[in-house]
């Protein structure tokens, strides 16, 4: 069975950087192409970025791009996710996810999902 499980979140002011950890067990990383998606109070899930199993490709949401990077170590067995410039926006409770499908931006295509861990921007 596999198991994700998030770590990283907090309470961080407006222009501050965080990195969230997802670590994978069960399987290695390499199995699954990796996602990260939010939820903020009231609304749905949104993509973030993905990163293919390979390592070699990531896709990145418009609102996020320039700003967060996702990256995966094998050896760890871990996906990261960088946030740098972070904005009251991006208040919410981030998810990683694994995929069977190639740069997958839509929940429907994830079969396996962490609890979550929650990131909170101040002004």
């Known amino acids: 069975q596999v198991q994700l499980v998030e770590s990283g979140g907090g309470l961080v002011q407006a222009g501050g950087s965080l990195r969230l950890s997802c670590a994978v067990s069960?399987?290695?990383?390499?199995?699954?192409?990796m996602g990260w998606f939010r939820q903020a109070p009231g609304k749905e899930r949104e993509f973030v970025t993905c990163?293919?199993?390979?390592?070699?490709?990531?896709y990145y949401a418009d609102y996020v791009k320039g700003r967060f990077t996702i990256s995966r170590d094998t050896a760890k067995n871990t996906v990261y996710l960088q946030m740098n410039s972070l904005s009251t926006e991006d208040t919410a409770v981030y998810y990683c996810?694994?995929?069977?499908?190639?740069?997958?931006?839509?929940?429907?295509?994830?079969?396996?999902w962490g609890q979550g861990t929650q990131v909170t921007v101040s002004s």
């Open positions: 990163i293919s199993w390979g390592g070699d490709n990531t």
């Open positions: 069960g399987r290695t990383v390499s199995n699954y192409n």
């Open positions: 996810a694994a995929s069977n499908y190639l740069m997958a931006t839509s929940a429907t295509q994830y079969v396996y």
